[in-house]
């Protein structure tokens, strides 16, 4: 638990005097809603529905930023190495990264959400804040398989394309179920709509986070 | 001992497949609602059977590699995902040219469509991975956990995917298991068949499981010969 914190704020800090994740994730997010804009008809590009989806989209590409990001971080200066040497346990170095990783994920989602209000014609009113709970369910759930197969890909050759193409068929249950929840949500319908999706997310970060808890010993070595 | 049982295997599958063949295009009578496209099920029954099995292999030499340790749980792995992959595939294309006649389409995002190709590109990935690390340890470590991880998502996957398609139906009614098999001699068919693809599978299987234990043996003994050159040029 010691070792939890220590590390999460060595990464807030981090992050508070440099502010180069959070940067590169918004910018990555507010791209991502700007092709989609451009990629779909003005007419089609616009109401909850396909809010929902460029907000999903953006939350996947700049979740995998974040998870690169918090992890090449450490082992380009070989602080890795430190930290396995450190007898701060495995585990807690894990939930120190995913942690981040969300936190870094949702600053990006609330630029991302104020930005798809905007660019699909949306209202600011109170579906936004039931929107709020669906995404930081995603983002936790993303982070945690993205931070567990990016300390893997980042031993591989071509780990940029490796990332994706290992998370994003496994983010798939909780993609579905996102957008679909927060197309419900948007829309102002009510909880009862969402509930099958909202069960689903949270099945999925049980499983992942737990999952990830357990396996990172075995991903994280040094050499 | 190991090699008479990879022959003896190909044989079996060999007589096995090419009774299954003549069973399935001579001796089962056509179906009534589907005409002639139906027999490609017999084929591609038994290959989604082998595939999901050949994953679930490779979850569980995934756990038992990282519980115990041993090449040999990596190299099961190994060759049950290769494998696995291979039925994997036939699966999809018998699937989807049986589709086109019977739906007017390649491709539809049906619920079992969709999970089948998901759970594709996640094994896609899996081997992938393996090419792309050098380390030898390191890949089996990887691998385990990646097979170990994918086998957790099937059933989310699954079930996510089933609710997305109820909730959003497909233009086209699946036949959920309405596949007919009234006559007795499809049902012997099938039985045929399914012995046929498995006993191919498990020959293949062995034929890469034994390749790869023999390039394990070989690394061994490759370090065991540059260790020893070291020490003699010590001396």
Request: hydrophobic fraction near 60%; charged fraction near 15%.
């Amino acid at each position: 638990m010691a070792a939890f914190t220590a590390i999460l704020r060595k990464d807030l800090r981090l992050e508070m005097r440099s502010g180069q994740s959070t940067i590169a994730l918004i910018a990555l997010a507010l791209l991502v809603l700007v092709v989609l804009v451009f990629a779909l008809d003005p007419a089609v590009a616009r109401g909850p529905q396909t809010a929902a989806g460029a907000l999903w989209v953006a939350l996947v590409f700049s979740g995998m930023l974040g998870a690169t990001r918090a992890l090449t971080a450490e082992s380009e200066n070989g602080c890795i190495r430190g930290l396995l040497l450190s007898p701060a346990d495995r585990a807690g170095l894990y939930a120190a990264k995913l942690a981040a990783a969300f936190i870094f994920m949702m600053i990006a989602e609330g630029a991302a959400v104020v930005m798809m209000v905007l660019f699909f014609n949306l209202e600011f009113d109170t579906a936004l804040m039931r929107v709020a709970p669906v995404i930081a369910l995603g983002a936790l759930g993303f982070a945690s398989i993205a931070t567990l197969l990016a300390a893997i890909t980042g031993r591989s050759r071509a780990s940029d394309l490796m990332l994706p193409l290992l998370a994003v068929p496994m983010y798939v249950p909780a993609l579905i179920a996102g957008v679909r929840a927060s197309t419900a949500a948007l829309s102002g319908l009510p909880f009862s709509a969402a509930r099958d999706w909202i069960e689903i997310l949270v099945a999925f970060n049980v499983l992942f986070v737990s999952a990830g808890y357990l396996l990172f010993e075995h991903v994280i070595t040094e050499e | 001992m190991a090699r008479k049982l990879v022959t003896s295997l190909g044989v079996l599958s060999l007589i096995l497949v090419i009774t299954a063949l003549y069973m399935v295009f001579e001796y089962v009578p056509t179906e009534a609602d589907e005409g002639i496209v139906q027999r490609i099920f017999y084929f591609h029954v038994p290959c989604a059977w082998i595939a999901f099995m050949a994953f679930g292999l490779v979850a569980v030499a995934g756990i038992f590699y990282l519980w115990l340790g041993g090449q040999i749980w990596d190299d099961l792995g190994h060759a049950a995902a290769e494998t696995g992959m291979l039925f994997c595939t036939l699966m999809l294309v018998s699937g989807s040219l049986w589709a086109r006649p019977m739906w007017g389409t390649w491709w539809t995002w049906d619920s079992r469509l969709t999970s089948t190709f998901i759970l594709w590109l996640l094994y896609g990935g899996y081997l992938m991975l393996r090419v792309m690390i050098e380390d030898s340890r390191q890949v089996a470590r990887f691998a385990a956990v990646i097979g170990i991880v994918a086998a957790l998502d099937v059933p989310v996957i699954i079930l996510s995917v089933r609710l997305w398609r109820t909730i959003h139906p497909a233009v086209l009614v699946t036949r959920q298991g309405g596949h007919g098999l009234q006559d007795p001699r499809m049902v012997a068919t099938l039985l045929v068949s399914l012995t046929a693809i498995t006993v191919t599978f498990a020959w293949l299987f062995l034929v890469r499981f034994a390749e790869l234990r023999m390039g394990t043996r070989l690394a061994a003994l490759a370090r065991g010969i540059a260790l020893a050159e070291v020490r003699s040029g010590d001396i």
